[in-house]
């Protein structure tokens, strides 16, 4: 009996040692300089971090900075919005618009129709005949003049009508181009009672304020366009907020229906003036991404953060920490095996956070290529 009993501890102590011997060869140790003991120590198999949805990360630098809370719109430049009028009133013949329609510039947008276009277009074709023989009496007379033929009481009646004539053809043809008629593509064939209403700019129509056979004034508001080629930011910064702010600082904003898209965009312009009844600054952004000018309509308002005294520090997703007790954890990498991690349970100081990270302000106890649990620390370390 006490020979087998010698020989079952013999076979233990064999196993024991055998296993020890396999796992340091398939163990892999990492960050040796983290102290470890039991209360530190926690082991998990890889199965079990897979199917938890665990993930490694690093500590890496995120810049971090103040954030200053403004509220303000989405706009465009004043040459970026048309009002569009006529100088010569008529009845709409044709409008075929709505809001919101995108437009190319010298697009049609509609046709007025008035008798006095014919009276124009009369008046200048008349005048371009008159012109023709003014113009070579008064170089005939100018030749007779100098030839000592002819009086220059004739010369200079001769001078007068053809200047007069060539005076009032200018006028005409400045007239006839306001209503989008050319003057060198006109003659007595192809004189019309209406005339095309054309689009100045690219854009999108914001307002229709006519109908078709309603007669339009002179200088009524008949359509308004807006470009948004350059859609930029207009926000207002509190006066004791504002010797923070400079030109390049980025601002983080969002729409108030979905603040969890974010867009970013950066300072271009400080305002100069103080609006004395909210105390405020005007400050205009532009957008660092252009493409995102399609998500947005000129009006629109939003809520923005602009960062001010950036800078770079190391840090980890707010995830990966874990507050027990105003004491902060994470969870770092030990060791490995072909089916286990060992991770350290280990204390961080924290500090600022921003944007989904956190500050680590003892980050320079840990080595550079560290593995840090990311995401499903808080089930570890609960």
């Known amino acids: 009996m006490k020979f087998h009993k010698i020989t079952l501890s013999i076979v233990l102590l064999t196993i024991f040692i055998f296993s020890c011997g396999e796992q340091t060869s398939n163990e892999t140790v990492m960050n040796s300089n983290i102290p470890e003991s039991g209360e530190n120590l926690i082991k998990i198999t890889k199965e079990q971090f897979n199917t938890s949805g665990m993930k490694l990360g690093k500590i890496t630098k995120q810049t971090f900075s103040e954030r200053i809370q403004v509220a303000g719109m989405l706009d465009v430049p004043p040459e970026y919005k048309v009002a569009v009028s006529v100088f010569y009133g008529g009845t709409v013949k044709n409008v075929n618009l709505l809001e919101g329609k995108k437009v190319r510039k010298g697009d049609v947008l509609f046709v007025l129709q008035n008798p006095k276009y014919i009276e124009m277009q009369q008046n200048y074709l008349t005048a371009k005949a008159k012109l023709s023989y003014l113009k070579s009496e008064f170089e005939r007379q100018k030749i007779l003049l100098k030839d000592n033929v002819t009086s220059k009481k004739k010369y200079l009646k001769a001078e007068s009508e053809y200047l007069t004539i060539l005076a009032q053809m200018e006028a005409l043809d400045k007239e006839l181009r306001l209503i989008n008629i050319v003057p060198e593509h006109l003659d007595y064939s192809n004189i019309r009672s209406y005339v095309s209403v054309k689009s100045p700019i690219s854009g999108n129509i914001t307002k229709v304020n006519i109908t078709k056979g309603q007669y339009l004034d002179p200088?009524?508001?008949?359509?308004?366009?807006?470009?948004?080629?350059?859609?930029?930011?207009?926000?207002?910064?509190?006066?004791?907020?504002?010797?923070?702010?400079?030109?390049?600082?980025?601002?983080?904003?969002?729409?108030?229906?979905?603040?969890?898209?974010?867009?970013?965009?950066?300072?271009?312009?400080?305002?100069?003036?103080?609006?004395?009844?909210?105390?405020?600054?005007?400050?205009?952004?532009?957008?660092?991404?252009?493409?995102?000018?399609?998500?947005?309509i000129p009006g629109m308002y939003i809520q923005a953060e602009i960062q001010v005294n950036?800078?770079?520090?190391?840090?980890?997703?707010?995830?990966?920490?874990?507050?027990?007790?105003?004491?902060?954890?994470?969870?770092?990498?030990?060791?490995?095996?072909?089916?286990?991690?060992?991770?350290?349970?280990?204390?961080?100081?924290?500090?600022?956070?921003n944007n989904g990270f956190t500050e680590i302000l003892n980050a320079n106890q840990f080595e550079d290529t560290a593995e840090v649990v990311i995401e499903g620390a808080f089930n570890l370390i609960f």
């Not at 509190?238 to 600082?249: A, M, P, R, S, V």
């Not at 060791?335 to 961080?348: A, E, W």
């Open 219 to 296: 200088n009524s508001v008949a359509v308004e366009i807006v470009s948004t080629e350059h859609i930029h930011l207009e926000l207002k910064v509190f006066e004791k907020d504002i010797n923070k702010i400079h030109k390049g600082q980025t601002i983080i904003f969002s729409l108030p229906d979905n603040n969890k898209q974010q867009y970013k965009a950066e300072v271009f312009l400080v305002g100069k003036a103080v609006d004395v009844t909210d105390r405020t600054i005007n400050v205009h952004g532009h957008l660092k991404n252009e493409k995102d000018k399609l998500h947005f």
């Open 310 to 353: 950036e800078e770079e520090s190391y840090a980890l997703p707010s995830d990966a920490i874990v507050n027990v007790e105003n004491n902060y954890f994470i969870l770092v990498k030990k060791s490995s095996t072909d089916n286990f991690y060992n991770f350290n349970k280990f204390q961080v100081k924290v500090g600022r956070v």
